[in-house]
Every structure is written in structure tokens, then in C-alpha cells.
């Protein structure tokens, strides 16, 4: 049966949309207006001024920490990065050359200091019987030299005398250097050399003492000039009977000795160069044998004394003195020889050297390398702070070590370099 239309006609009769009450609009509020109908309003929070005073605050520390990361980001990633390439040519080095230790620039000379070490190595011998025999008393003395600047050359077996009237020789010349003066003081001349006993026996095993040259009587000023001063006590003399060693036994074990000796020597002289070069063959030992003497158990103890004296070069100077020598074109400037340690050095003048005043070295280099100007990269740095990107060839052109380079500067946009020298890294290749 159809419904009539009045049976969906709500209670109270009919209404229109118009007639639905609307609820009063919530509005904003500032100061202290207080929305009364927003409490009212279905799934609407009020909320009161200073809570949202608080979160506008908090937003501004946010903004702010953001903006402190930004600006340290910035500035740790902002800078530059300058990466040179050095001059840097390879030589052959085939040269003879002159050191020098009494001058300190390089010209006609190359400059060196002497590293002088001292030491013993001893060894015990089983003795292989006994027999007679003669030995002489033996030890090391100081010649001076205090007549004159000039040097004096004494001839092997001079002799030596002390005030007992004891003689001793010294087994090979020597050349006294002459007097100097230092500091406004006058200074004798000196040189180190053994001496053995005129005769054997254990008469002349004595203490320390003085000598003179009896050849120089003759000439009292010369003869009071030269004098010499004992460095050890002379031992080792002696007659009779003793254990025995057979001489080639001895000479093998004097031998390994004296090797020993220069190893340990040459060692302690690289120590105390430091960062100065001492090349393998760049010394100059000197040995004194001790007589051998009978111990306990029927033993020889067997011992060499040596006195070694190492060429220390600075290995700046030695480069510039090579590179000036090796290459074509060379401004003098400073370089760094790579493979100086690789060169072989010969020692021209072996046989005189120590005799003779001055200090004058004889040498002969062989070998490759590779001279590379050195850069003062703090300096470069200096020069950089604070110049516009396009100055950068100009700046660069004044350093003769640099062969060419290339610059980066963050962020890109910036077109000149940090004030602070610190914000520019030097990478440097060759």
C-alpha cells in the first residue's frame, strides 16, 4: 500500500534547512580576549596564549640551532686546496770534489764537520805454548804545535823523550797543524798519534807524561814550540818467556777486531751526525794494536784501539753543491738531491788525510738522483691569504720552485682566498 509522503515528516512538523541553528563561529584571540564559545565547539581544543608564546619560542631555538650548523658547515667546508708541482729535474752525478771543514758556505768547497769516535774491542786467544819473547811498550800521545801557523811535518820514527830520559818513535810521518787563534786566544795545533818504545821490556811501560822532540834541540824556538803530552800510559812491554800465539793466528784475530771496531764506530758516528749524511766509505779510522798480554788460563788477550773520524755533510749543501755541478741551468736556489743516500763516495785522499792542516777532503760521487727545488709552503700560503682567485698566476710565478699548479677554492662561488693562511692546504708533487 502506498505511504503517505506525511509519514516521513519529522515530530513537530516540517523544517527547512534554514531553519537548522547554526553554532557561533570560533574566532582568534590575542591579548587577554578569551573565546568563550570555543570551549563548546565538537573536537576543538582552546588553547591559551602561553602555551603558544612557549611554542613560538621553541621554534626560534630550532631556526637558531639550524642556523649555527649552517654557519659551521660553512666555514669548515669553505677554503682552499692548492696543489703544486715542483721543479724537479733528474741527474747523473759523475763528479771529484773538495770538502772542506773550516768553511761553511758552498763554492769552490763543500762543507762538512767531523764527528770523531773512540773505542776498543779486545778478544782472548787460546795460547798454543810458550816461547821467548820481545815486546815493546806502546800508547798514544798529543803532538802539539805551538811555534808557528805553519804545519810541521815529522818523519817516521821521530823521536820522543820524556824528562826519565825514555824514547819512543812513532811508526808512521804525521803533520802537525799549525797554531790559530780563536776568540782572541792563541791555540796550538794538535794531532793524535801511537808511539812504540825505543827498546823492549817492561822498563817502559809508564804512566802519563810529557815529551819533547830531541831532533829539534838544535833550533830552541822550534824546539820549545813542538812538544807532546801522553793520551794513555804506555804498556805491553815486556821480556821472557810467554804464552804464544802463532803470527797468523794473531793477524786473523786482529783483523776481525779492527773490523769489528770500525762497524761499532761508524755506527755511534751516524748517531751523533744526526740528520747530517755520513756516507758508508766517508771516514777515516786509525788503529793501534796493543801488545798482546798473558792472562789467566793460559790465554793472550788480543786488543785494537781506533780512533774513527766521519765526514758528516749536510745533505742540503751537498745537494746544492751537486746540482750546481751536475746541471745546466741551476739558480742556486734550495733543493733536495732524492737517492743521495744511494751514491757511491769515494775517499780520494785516504792515505794523507789527518796528516796534512785544514781539514781538506778528497772525494768522488757516482750515481743517480733527482734534484727537487724545495718550497716554503707556509710562505706560499702567506703570499695567497686574502688575493682574488685571478692573482693566483702571479703569486705562484714567485716561487721558482713551483713548476705549475692548480687551486680549488670552497665554496665554489667564492672568488678570492681565505684571510687565514691556515684555510689553505699546500699539497705538494713532483
Same mark, same amino acid.
Given at each position: ?185 792563541t791555540l796550538p795545533g794538535s794531532v793524535e798519534t801511537p808511539v812504540f818504545a825505543d827498546q823492549a821490556g817492561d822498563t817502559y ?78 771516514? $777515516? ?37 751537486? $746540482? ?56 706560499? $700560503? ?49
Amino acid at each position: 500500500m502506498p505511504r503517505e509522503m506525511n509519514d516521513v515528516i519529522p515530530p513537530g512538523g516540517r523544517r527547512s534547512i534554514r531553519s537548522v541553528p547554526i553554532p557561533p563561529r570560533a574566532h582568534r584571540w590575542s591579548g587577554s580576549d578569551e573565546p568563550e564559545e570555543a570551549a563548546s565547539l565538537p573536537g576543538r581544543v582552546a588553547q591559551s596564549p602561553r602555551r603558544l608564546g612557549g611554542r613560538w619560542i621553541l621554534w626560534g631555538v630550532v631556526v637558531c640551532v639550524l642556523m649555527g650548523l649552517g654557519t659551521t658547515v660553512f666555514f669548515s667546508l669553505s677554503g682552499a686546496t692548492v696543489t703544486v708541482t715542483l721543479k724537479a729535474v733528474p741527474v747523473e752525478v759523475s763528479l771529484q770534489g773538495t770538502a772542506l771543514a773550516a768553511t761553511t758556505t758552498v763554492g769552490a768547497y763543500v762543507p762538512y764537520r767531523e764527528v770523531v769516535t773512540e773505542g776498543v774491542e779486545e778478544v782472548l786467544l787460546e795460547s798454543e805454548g810458550e816461547k821467548r819473547v820481545e815486546r815493546k811498550a806502546s800508547g798514544t800521545i798529543i803532538v802539539y804545535n805551538n811555534f808557528g801557523s805553519a804545519p810541521q811535518r815529522l818523519i817516521k820514527n821521530t823521536r820522543f823523550e820524556t824528562p826519565d830520559g825514555f824514547m819512543y818513535r812513532i811508526p808512521e810521518s804525521i803533520i802537525v797543524p799549525g797554531r790559530k787563534t780563536d776568540g782572541g786566544k792563541t791555540l796550538p795545533g794538535s794531532v793524535e798519534t801511537p808511539v812504540f818504545a825505543d827498546q823492549a821490556g817492561d822498563t817502559y811501560n809508564i804512566g802519563l807524561t810529557d815529551f819533547t822532540i830531541p831532533g829539534f834541540k838544535t833550533s830552541p824556538e822550534r824546539f820549545a814550540g813542538f812538544y807532546a803530552r801522553s793520551k794513555t800510559e804506555m804498556t805491553g812491554g815486556f821480556v821472557g818467556m810467554a804464552p804464544f800465539v802463532s803470527p797468523e793466528k794473531l793477524a786473523n784475530a786482529r783483523s776481525a777486531l779492527r773490523a769489528a771496531l770500525q762497524s761499532t764506530l761508524l755506527t755511534k758516528a751516524r748517531a751523533e751526525a744526526g740528520e747530517d749524511l755520513v756516507f758508508d766509505s766517508g771516514f $777515516a779510522l786509525r788503529t793501534a794494536s796493543v801488545p798482546e798480554e798473558a792472562v789467566s788460563g793460559g790465554k793472550m788477550k788480543v786488543v785494537e784501539r781506533g780512533t774513527l773520524t766521519a765526514f758528516a755533510f749536510s745533505r742540503r749543501t751537498l745537494a746544492a753543491y751537486i $746540482a750546481e755541478r751536475s746541471l745546466l741551468r741551476y739558480d742556486g736556489a734550495a733543493v733536495i738531491l732524492e737517492g743521495l743516500d744511494t751514491l757511491s763516495f769515494g775517499f780520494l785522499n785516504k792515505v794523507d788525510y789527518g796528516k796534512g792542516a785544514g781539514g781538506t777532503l778528497l772525494f768522488d760521487i757516482q750515481g743517480k738522483g733527482t734534484v727537487v727545488w724545495e718550497l716554503d709552503e707556509a710562505a706560499l $700560503a702567506r703570499s695567497l691569504a686574502g688575493k682574488p682567485k685571478t692573482e693566483t698566476v702571479a703569486v705562484v710565478s714567485s716561487f721558482p720552485a713551483i713548476e705549475r699548479s692548480q687551486v680549488i677554492i670552497r665554496p665554489f662561488w667564492k672568488k678570492a682566498f681565505p684571510s687565514n693562511p691556515e684555510r689553505i692546504i699546500i699539497k705538494v708533487s713532483h
